[in-house]
């Protein structure tokens, strides 16, 4: 297995922008509810700093308790278990990249486009969350049954989605790809195992790493102009 990186800057994020995260509220959503939206919120973010750092196996919820200063109770008020608060931090990847894939389809444009779009969004997406997929690559096997097989749906929901846009890229001519399926799992591949070497005090910018790993995808495809 490769050696992670150093936790990532944005693994903590929600920990220090829950004043900020108040200012966007979802329609509809009382006070009250934010709130335990905000509380669940660091709750994930303590957690996947140390599920990250630490291993699952040397993270109790005591720990993540003692990071946050609450007890125990306040952690179980919000997840029935170490487990479910496992699922929701590992499911976090692959329900990010559902979001993109779902938006970049919806939208206008050419085939090429939308794949040059969803290469970009999704690199950017993996770098969001880079301590979720690192921790769902080392714990998955810590799953529950149920939780291990409602993230593999959503992964299902991806190939299926990402297949499609690569069907319509090769009927409209703007593809050359032999087999779409192989193709699919091969940027995939590409895109997700960027977890493992990407650095953010690297030498290219969150934005321009997205857009280099966005032209090789297309190279990969053979993408030209309709």
Known sequence: ???????????TRSLAHTTTDMAVLPEQETIRDAVSRLKRERIIAAAAHMFYSNGLSNTTLE?????????????YSHFKSKNDLLAEICSRGIRAWL????????????????????ARDLMLAVIENQAHIAIYTREEKHLSE????????????????????LDDGVAAGEFSVSDVQI????IGGILSWSYVWYRPDGRLSSEQTADT???LVLALVQAKAA
């Open 63 to 75: 720990a993540v308790g003692e990071q946050l200063n609450v007890t125990k109770p306040f952690i």
């Open 146 to 165: 149920d939780s291990r097989e409602a993230i593999n749906a959503m992964r299902r929901d991806f190939d299926r989605k990402f297949c499609s846009l």
């Open 183 to 186: 193709t699919s799992l091969a």
């Open 213 to 215: 790993v966005a032209d």
């Open 99 to 118: 979001d993109v894939l779902d938006r970049v389809v919806a939208s206008p444009g050419t085939p090429t486009d939308k794949l040059r779009a969803l």
């Open 1 to 11: 297995m490769a050696t992670t990186p150093n936790m990532p800057r944005n693994a």
